[in-house]
C-alpha cells in the first residue's frame, strides 16, 4: 500500500488481514466489519473518535504509551467513545489517531467488527487542535452529518441514538451536549443569556461564567469544514472546537443537556474517578461488559 506525501507507513495485521498503511495525514480503509442493524439515521451520520494528543496531564503514565490505551476499569479508555457512537446508530467510523503507539491503537480496534463499526483511521501530526482534528476527517464525512467523541470522553447512560437522530433531522448548523461540573475553568464553558440560551463558548478562563461546559461529543454538518478553514489558532497554537462551535451562535447550534453521567479522563484524578463510576455501572448492571475480539 502507498505511503502517504510525508512517506512514513506502518502496517498492522490482525488475523489474515492487512488493516492499515497511514502516510502522515493519510489514511486507508480497514476492510467491512459485519455490521449490526443500525438505526433509521444510521447510514446518513458518520462517526469520528479523537484519539491523538501528548496527554502531558497524565504524565509519566502516558510517557511511552498513548492515553487511549490506558484501563478504565475493565477496558481501554478508547472503548467508551466507541461504545458512544455505535449506540447512536452509527456505523462508519473514522479514528483520527497521533502521538504515541498509533500502531498499538490499530491493533487494538483493528476493524471494528467487534463493535459492529467499520473503521478507518487517519493520523494527526502534533497537537493542533480539536478543530484541525475534525477537518482531517472532510473526504471520510462527504456529504453526510456527522458525530465528533473526544477519544478521552467516558458517557454512561442512555445511548444518544435519539439526540443524533434529532439533530440529523434538525435545521441546526452544529451541535453539542452541555453538562455542569464543578471545575468549569478546566475546559470550554458556555455563556448564557437571561433564558438560559447559549450565546458563547470560552475556552479554559480564569473565570467561567457558568459552570455548563460542552462535553466532547459535537454534532456536525459538512459545512464545518469551510469554517475550520478559516480559523486562527489559539495562543496555544491549537484551532479551537470552541471558536468553531462559536460559528453557529447565536441560533444554529443545537445544545441539550446531557442527563447521564460524564466525566473525562484527561488527568490522574479524573481518570480514576472514571474508573470508580464505570465500576459503579457495571455492578449496578448498567454498563455492559467489553465486547469479545474475534478469534479469526
Given at each position: 500500500m502507498p505511503a502517504g506525501r510525508f512517506g512514513l507507513s506502518f502496517g498492522q495485521t490482525v488475523g489474515k488481514t492487512?488493516?492499515?498503511?497511514?502516510?502522515?495525514?493519510?489514511?486507508?480503509?480497514?476492510?467491512?466489519?459485519?455490521?449490526?442493524?443500525?438505526?433509521?439515521?444510521?447510514?446518513?451520520?458518520?462517526?469520528?473518535?479523537?484519539?491523538?494528543?501528548?496527554?502531558?496531564?497524565?504524565?509519566?503514565?502516558?510517557?511511552?504509551?498513548?492515553?487511549?490505551?490506558?484501563?478504565?476499569?475493565?477496558?481501554?479508555?478508547?472503548?467508551?467513545?466507541?461504545?458512544?457512537?455505535?449506540?447512536?446508530?452509527?456505523?462508519?467510523?473514522?479514528?483520527i489517531v497521533g502521538g504515541k503507539s498509533v500502531g498499538d491503537v490499530v491493533e487494538l480496534l483493528a476493524d471494528g467488527e467487534h463493535f459492529g463499526l467499520d473503521l478507518t483511521y487517519r493520523y494527526q501530526r502534533g497537537a493542533l487542535g480539536i478543530a484541525h482534528a475534525i477537518g482531517l476527517a472532510r473526504d471520510f464525512v462527504g456529504d453526510e452529518a456527522f458525530c465528533c467523541v473526544l477519544g478521552d470522553n467516558v458517557l454512561l447512560g442512555p445511548p444518544l441514538a435519539d439526540l443524533a437522530r434529532e439533530f440529523e433531522a434538525g435545521a441546526w448548523g452544529a451541535g453539542t451536549l452541555l453538562y455542569e461540573v464543578a471545575d468549569p475553568e478546566r475546559f470550554g464553558v458556555a455563556e448564557l443569556d437571561a433564558a438560559g440560551h447559549v450565546v458563547g463558548f470560552e475556552e479554559k478562563p480564569a473565570e467561567p461564567k457558568s459552570n455548563l461546559i460542552p462535553i466532547g461529543v459535537y454534532f456536525l454538518r459538512p459545512s464545518a469544514f469551510e469554517v475550520v478553514d478559516k480559523l486562527v489558532p489559539s495562543g496555544r497554537g491549537e484551532l479551537e472546537i470552541t471558536d468553531l462551535l462559536n460559528h453557529y451562535l447565536p441560533g444554529s447550534l443545537f445544545a441539550?443537556?446531557?442527563?447521564?453521567?460524564?466525566?473525562?479522563?484527561?488527568?490522574?484524578?479524573?481518570?480514576?474517578?472514571?474508573?470508580?463510576?464505570?465500576?459503579?455501572?457495571?455492578?449496578?448492571?448498567?454498563?455492559?461488559?467489553?465486547?469479545?475480539?474475534?478469534?479469526?
Open positions: 492487512q488493516l492499515l498503511t497511514l502516510g502522515a495525514e493519510g489514511s486507508h480503509r480497514a476492510r467491512p466489519g459485519t455490521l449490526t442493524a443500525s438505526l433509521p439515521h444510521g447510514d446518513r451520520v458518520k462517526g469520528l473518535v479523537l484519539a491523538g494528543g501528548t496527554a502531558t496531564r497524565l504524565f509519566p503514565l502516558t510517557i511511552v504509551t498513548n492515553k487511549h490505551l490506558l484501563p478504565i476499569y475493565d477496558r481501554p479508555m478508547i472503548y467508551y467513545p466507541i461504545a458512544t457512537l455505535a449506540g447512536m446508530g452509527i456505523r462508519e467510523v473514522m479514528v441539550p443537556r446531557f442527563d447521564g453521567i460524564w466525566t473525562d479522563a484527561g488527568t490522574v484524578t479524573s481518570l480514576i474517578r472514571a474508573a470508580e463510576l464505570a465500576e459503579q455501572e457495571s455492578r449496578s448492571g448498567r454498563l455492559a461488559g467489553p465486547p469479545a475480539r474475534p478469534t479469526s
